[in-house]
T-cell receptor
Framework: NAGVMQNPRHLVRRRGQEARLRCSPM?????VYWYRQLPEEGLKFMVY????????ESGMPKERFSAEFPKEGPSILRIQQVVRGDSAAYFC????????????FGPGTRLTVT | GQQVMQIPQYQHVQEGEDFTTYCNSS?????IQWYKQRPGGHPVFLIQ?????EVKKQKRLTFQFGEAKKNSSLHITATQTTDVGTYFC??????????FGKGTLLTVNP
């Protein structure tokens, strides 16, 4: 399967814990985008990364959230000290080049904070 | 930033009826994309519209881009139960950032 992979698919965390979401882009893709979807809402852009670089993190909350895309391995979206409001579906998308037209989405991670 | 309004928020139809969802923007758009998300699933790209007045068809789906490039519509003819899901429009204004509408949830009664 050469699609975008995300894990875990479902994640339950208690308030105050850390959540780590992983995304492996499609083969040959070096651009990764993270989006968040609240219940009954559209997807909201969070961050755009290329290998080892954060290009645009304008959609990401300044506190508790961080993202990386190391030279080796998947992209990681990290949420520290989670709160109930962080409960959402987090989708990763990847593209071969920098493009809004050719983004392929992964299956998402559903985060529930109890 | 760019914003888009999508209506209706919900639409329930009998199988065989038609369905239309609309997206409207206050600014001129360079392009617009449409996605479908099944319940519990992820967004799947359907189509991109770029030209003013463009009309594209995919089997029972018809996509239109307004002449002024400020609005777009997706029309499904003779809905089937497999059409169930949320349909999103998305603006690809910048080089990489997609701005999604809130979506229209379509349910189909068999």
């Amino acid at each position: 399967n050469a699609g975008v992979m995300q894990n875990p698919r479902h994640l339950v965390r208690r308030r105050g814990q850390e959540a780590r979401l992983r995304c492996s882009p499609m083969k040959g893709h070096s651009h990764v985008y993270w989006y968040r979807q609240l219940p009954e809402e559209g997807l909201k852009f969070m961050v755009y990364l290329q290998k080892e670089n954060i290009i645009d993190e304008s959609g990401m909350p300044k506190e508790r959230f961080s993202a990386e895309f190391p030279k080796e391995g998947p992209s990681i979206l990290r949420i520290q000290q989670v709160v109930r409001g962080d409960s959402a579906a987090y989708f990763c998308a990847s593209s071969q080049g920098q493009s809004a037209a050719e983004q392929y989405f992964g299956p998402g991670t559903r985060l529930t904070v109890t | 930033g760019q914003q888009v309004m999508q209506i209706p928020q919900y639409q329930h139809v009998q199988e065989g009826e038609d369905f239309t969802t609309y997206c409207n923007s206050s600014t001129t758009l360079s392009n617009i994309q449409w996605y479908k998300q099944r319940p519990g699933g992820h967004p799947v790209f359907l189509i991109q519209l770029v030209k003013s007045g463009e009309v594209k068809k995919q089997k029972r789906l018809t996509f239109q881009f307004g002449e002024a490039k400020k609005n777009s519509s997706l029309h499904i003819t003779a809905t089937q139960t497999t059409d169930v899901g949320t349909y999103f429009c998305a603006l690809g204004g910048s080089n990489y950032k997609l701005t999604f509408g809130k979506g229209t949830l379509l349910t189909v009664n068999p």
